[in-house]
């Protein structure tokens, strides 16, 4: 299944889900897309993959999604990893230590082999 908006989306794999977000991830795109994303994210399926490579700006707001999906695949046993971080939302990623808490890959299918790889 997949479900495509204005500022991701979100396609369902066997064994993991696939984020892909475009634009800006600030205050205002989040709280738009917050509530209806995690509802959309299956609970069967602990694992999630998200890809920045179409994001050109994160703030705060963008980084605790983050970290709000960090902790609902942990209370789930699943990973989280990061795909396609470069310029700012790298830099932002660097700046608060996400990028020594998540593994982040240069693509989703990078991503995607090392996550099943670690599932495993």
Known sequence: MTLITQHYKLQKRDNYNLVSFAGELDAHMVETLSPALQLQLDAGCSHLIVDLKQ?????????????????????????FVIAGADGQPAAVLRMVGLDDT???YCSDKEAAIALLAMAS
């Open 102 to 104: 998540l593994a982040t």
């Open 55 to 79: 994001v050109s700006f994160i703030d705060s707001h963008g980084v605790g999604l983050f970290v709000t999906l960090l902790k609902r695949t942990h209370q789930s046993r699943g990973r």
